[in-house]
């Protein structure tokens, strides 16, 4: 065989081998239940256990102490922890916004639902803080018009829930109309502006809390409720919360 024909041989073996497709004409798959009979892995628990310990033992570091057990559902229109958790935000949001605009916020409004869990009586960890809010809800001032502050009261009028709140006092009559409101124990004139903290799901309409999307100015403190939470319990020795009249109804 000369040169030449090997040559043409070799680019016929080529050319074939170019046009051959694999195909794939199945795929199997079986679902794999994750329960207790299925074993660790001793090497993989041995590499995080360091981690774990590390996360476990910040999480469980003793911040403050709870002289009792506090739940979102121990009132009708105002609870304990409600009441704590927007004076927090209040207290530690305040100097924050202050320190950037030369402003006090006016009042604090969380929604009911963003409690997620309660506090019990004792120990109060990071751990804590992490239960009550799971969520990376951050802390935003929205500034609003009197008629929208009017919407709000009448929002919280209507929804007869424990929503949160701070510098704000309402009180409805029997029936659930508004009888009076002030802030910071001041009447409301409707208007001015009012600057209003609250967190972002609130502020883009959660809850069906519209009057936030009518709000023309955003300051956002880059502050996370939990941080919030979190630093409040570290200068905190002891708390004990309180039902109090900030949010009220009269039977008569």
């Known amino acids: 065989m000369n040169l030449k024909t090997l040559l043409l041989l070799i680019c016929i073996v080529a050319f074939a081998s170019c046009k051959t497709k694999t195909h794939l004409y199945k795929i199997e798959g ?11 892995d001793i090497a993989i628990e041995n590499y995080i ?21 506090y739940s979102k559902n121990d ?8 009441n704590l958790m927007a004076d927090i935000v209040y207290k530690q949001a305040n100097p924050v916004f202050k320190s950037r605009t030369g ?3 006016d009042m604090v409004l969380l929604n009911h639902g963003g409690i997620r869990s309660i506090i019990s009586k004792g120990n109060i960890t990071s751990r804590t803080a992490y239960e009550i809010m799971p969520f990376e809800n951050a802390i935003v001032v929205a500034k609003l018009p009197g ?10 009028a209507a ?13 409805l009559d029997k029936d659930y109309n508004i009888e009076s409101a002030t802030l910071k124990n001041k009447p409301i004139d409707f208007t001015k502006t009012y600057y209003v903290a609250t967190n972002d799901y609130l502020y883009n309409g959660g809850d069906h809390m519209d009057f936030f999307k009518k709000s023309d100015t955003l300051y956002v403190l880059d502050y996370k409720i939990r ?13 004990n919360p309180v039902i109090d009249d900030r949010f009220i109804k009269k039977n008569n």
């Open 30 to 40: 079986k679902q794999i239940a994750i329960s207790d009979s299925l074993s660790s």
């Open 49 to 69: 256990k360091p981690y774990r310990d590390h996360v476990n033992g910040n999480l469980d570091s003793v911040l403050a102490y709870s002289v009792d057990t």
């Open 75 to 82: 009132g009708e229109l105002n609870t304990a922890i409600g």
């Open 103 to 105: 402003r006090d916020i």
């Open 147 to 156: 008629a929208q502050i009017k919407e709000l009261l009448e929002y919280l």
């Open 159 to 171: 929804a007869k829930r424990a929503h949160p709140i701070s510098q704000l006092k309402l009180t």
């Open 227 to 239: 941080n919030a939470l979190i630093d409040y319990f570290t200068e905190t020795d002891t708390i």
